[in-house]
């Protein structure tokens, strides 16, 4: 999470045209993995990256979901979740209440 829009900064980077976007028009959410060899790089609604942060910080799916229908009461988990498995960016799922 930055205050700036750093994704759309670099993006201009790599193929400028026209005026340099401005930093002072608001911060973006970045989601950041290896692909390969190369670095990925997707913009996130801010629901998007409340539930990517909240799993990222070990709390249950139920939690991740909650918290990002705080940010955005219509967030839908599924696509979020098959993209994230689609990418490989998760990688297990644990059961807590059955662990010992």
Known sequence: RSAYPVLTLWQWCQAPSGAAP???G????ILLWRDGGDVA???LDP???RCIETLADRHS???AWAAATEVDDEFDLEP???DLLAQGLIVAFT???SST
């Open 22 to 24: 401005r930093t002072d």
């Open 80 to 82: 979020c979740l098959r």
């Open 47 to 49: 629901a998007t990256f």
């Open 26 to 29: 608001g911060g973006e959410q």
């Open 41 to 43: 790089m997707a913009l």
């Open 95 to 97: 059961n807590e209440e």
């Open 61 to 63: 799916v139920a939690s």
